[in-house]
């Protein structure tokens, strides 16, 4: 590597910020950080890039959308370290983390499918208007109560108390909270996989608000394999670069 960096065209801190729309404290950090390789110096102590820093700073730029700020931080200063397998393996993680995301967003659409009272492969558990009790609803999902109370430890459902008897009532929400967890739960998820996932059916206000969080979520997950594609491309042409 030392080889390639004293040779080729010599390029200014300034040089190198522009041709990317960065400050020339961003490519100091950025060489600090070791996302770039260390610059020489010239005489007067000025730092002096080659077109191989360039190639490190449009790798490090490309694997930012798909892989975030600390793994694609990693991955650089990985491969300017010699340590390629390590950088590769940081990749796989990403790609991992990715593929378990679209599963997690196919475990949702699956549940929400199951809710749908036209789709239904389960008998549609309705509550009455003053609420459901937990016996009925338990026998309707197949499960037992007591598993209908750990839920509800868990922050999964949240049932309501009749004022007369102390007893829990399950109004619509909860019982639409419940029959989201069982899906998951027959799934093979975990509760604290489940929880963030009936929180956003919360926040949306229901299944149909969160058909829109769903599209978007399916854009965003093809946008970051997308951007996975493009930094693969960059960081190979600085591999090769480096020789």
Known sequence: MGKNLQTGE??????LARGHGLSTQAV????????????????SGYRSYTPLHAGALRAFLALLPGHGHPTATSIMRAVNEGAADEAFRLIDESHAQLLDDRRTLRAVESALRDLDPTTASEPVV?????????????????????TLRKWEDAGLVHPRRDPRTGYRLY?????????????????????????PLVDQVRSAG??????????????????????????????EAYLRARG
């Open 10 to 15: 010599r390029l200014r801190p300034i040089d």
């Open 28 to 43: 100091r950090n950025y060489e600090e950080a070791g996302i770039l390789p260390a610059a020489d110096r010239t005489p």
């Open 126 to 146: 309705r509550s009455d208007p003053g609420g459901t009790f937990i016996g009925p609803l338990a026998r309707r999902l197949g499960i037992r109560p007591a």
């Open 171 to 195: 109004d619509e929400s909860a019982v639409r909270d419940a029959r989201m967890t069982h899906q998951l739960r027959r799934g093979g998820y975990l509760l604290e996989q489940i929880a």
């Open 206 to 235: 229901g299944l149909e608000p969160l058909e829109a969080a769903l599209t978007d979520w399916h854009r965003r997950l093809s946008a970051r394999g997308r951007a996975m594609l493009t930094g693969a491309a960059e960081l």
